[in-house]
């Protein structure tokens, strides 16, 4: 019998209003050299948005540009704080102070959230400058750090976390908006099924909406974070390989250089996670045959009803098929974990599932026993499978997580997309089609072929790689 692993009960979440300089406290203000830095080493600043994958990827980031020889410090607010450990103890973490209480992110949702948090952050990130800062990199959602950088007469540069057609379609949005052609986002129904004109393969219900704010809301958050403003370059977490067309389109509507810098996860390799990971799964992988798991993980922040559960549980047992689950603590509505959900959720899920409520995900996808990724498409995600050759069973819930899955599914081709409400019935014929018969294989075999290609594009005088020195040479003469 296999089982439910409760071993990983610590799920750490920790909070804190101080600077942090190698790993312990320190009493200053603002942002300044330490005493014992070379003074060649420049210091470079960076924002990321308080939330795990846009953090793991700002971290992998800022681990790579110390290797090239920059100094580091991390400005964060108090929201999903990342806590300084053994691996960063050459950076400095530093506070930025703002007024929203803890709970503004549950009650406010993400679109609004982050439109108060960057209106809250503006005035007090200013404090924190100093001229011994040669560059601010601030992620795109949080667009206030540009003023101050402005007012300071820092450069300053935006880093893109999600991918180079999500940006896209984000700075497009405010004309489609304008011309009216998002009308059929308000139906509930068929229109929403048809192709938007001029950006083939995405239809409405595939634009980077999300079901927690307005349109309006929507529109006000993308413009800022598509505004380059005074920012002398972008950086994004992708490669040409996989996106050469909007990477082409950005770098001619932006009018400054472009930089696809990624897979970051290939070139960083400290752990960055916010959540425990928990390493047993390893050890029951190892017991598995080659591609017979499917690793089901919708990410850190989606939210399932309880009968979503249990028929995505019923649908898995009804496969046949082994399963890695991940189920976060808080992700069921209504209950802290899984032990309060009907008693016939651990009859189908122990004869062929193990739970867990955190996984090491990179890991896991490189596992040779692992044959799928049931996968909420994030960004990070997505790179992080398709850089294993892992093909994708698709079901996301909000921004461009729809135009990830999309991409997976009809231009990439390595992802099968569960649409609508969750039944056992589309779990297990999404499961058996990617996991067993020739389809599935055929996926794989893509996967495969695009994974030599990412991979290569992060080797020495290939796309990336010549991407990323180019970047570090701006950032030296700045």
């Given amino acids: 019998m296999e089982k439910i692993d409760v071993t990983d009960s610590s799920y750490s979440h920790t909070s804190s209003a101080t600077w942090f300089t190698c790993g312990k406290e320190s009493q200053q203000n603002s942002l300044v050299l330490d005493t ?3 003074p060649a080493r420049r210091r470079l600043v960076l924002v990321p948005v308080p939330a ?10 800022a681990e790579t540009l110390h290797l090239k020889g920059f100094s580091i410090t991390v400005a964060q607010t108090k929201f999903n704080y990342f806590s300084p450990s053994d691996d960063f103890t050459d950076f400095q973490f530093v506070t930025i102070t703002e007024s929203l209480p803890e709970s503004a992110f549950k009650n406010l949702k993400p679109i609004m959230f982050l439109l108060k948090l960057n209106k809250e952050c503006q005035v007090s990130f200013k404090l924190l400058l100093q001229q011994d800062i040669s560059c601010v990199i601030y992620n795109e959602y949080m667009y206030f750090v540009e003023a101050a950088a402005k007012e300071f007469n820092l450069p300053n540069v935006i880093f893109s976390t999600t991918n180079a057609t999500a940006f896209v379609y984000r700075s497009v949005f405010k004309k489609l908006y304008a011309n009216n052609i998002l009308a059929p986002l308000k139906d509930s129904k068929g229109q929403q099924d048809e192709l938007v004109p001029g950006f083939h393969p995405l239809r409405y219900k595939d634009l980077p909406t999300s079901i927690f704010s307005s349109l309006e809301n929507i529109l006000q958050l993308y413009k800022n974070t598509v505004d380059k403003r005074t920012a002398s370059s972008v950086i994004i977490n992708t490669a040409s390989c996989l996106e050469s067309s909007s990477l082409s389109w950005l770098q001619q509507q932006l009018e400054i ?3 696809p810098i990624g897979p970051l996860h290939m070139v960083a390799s400290d752990p960055t996670s916010l959540l425990e990971e928990n390493r047993n799964c390893i050890e029951w992988l190892n017991k598995k045959k080659q591609n017979s798991v499917i690793f089901v993980s919708l990410g850190s922040l989606a939210l399932l009803e309880v009968n979503e559960v249990m028929e995505t549980a019923s649908g898995l047992d009804s496969s046949n098929q082994h399963f890695l689950w991940v189920i976060r603590p808080g992700s069921v509505r209504g209950s802290e974990w899984i032990e309060h959900l009907p008693e016939e959720f651990s009859k189908m899920v122990s004869s062929r599932g193990y739970i867990v409520k955190w996984a090491p995900q990179k890991e896991v996808l490189a596992h040779p026993a692992v044959g799928g990724f049931w996968s909420h498409c994030g960004w990070n995600s997505t790179l992080e499978s398709i850089g294993e050759g892992v093909p994708m069973i698709c079901k996301p819930f909000s921004t461009d997580q729809k135009v990830n899955a999309r991409y997976l599914e009809c231009v990439w081709r390595i992802g099968i997309q569960v649409e609508g409400e969750l039944d056992r019935g589309a779990v297990e014929r999404a ?18 072929c695009l994974k030599e290609r990412l991979r290569a594009s992060v080797r020495d005088g290939s796309s990336s790689h010549n991407s990323l020195d180019e970047f570090i040479h701006l950032m030296r003469t700045l």
């Fill in 36 to 38: 014992e830095e070379k």
């Fill in 52 to 61: 795990q994958g846009h953090l793991s990827l700002m971290m992998q980031l």
């Fill in 257 to 259: 250089p472009v930089f």
């Fill in 431 to 448: 499961v058996k089609r990617l996991m067993v018969g020739e389809e599935g294989e055929e996926m794989r075999k893509r996967a495969i």
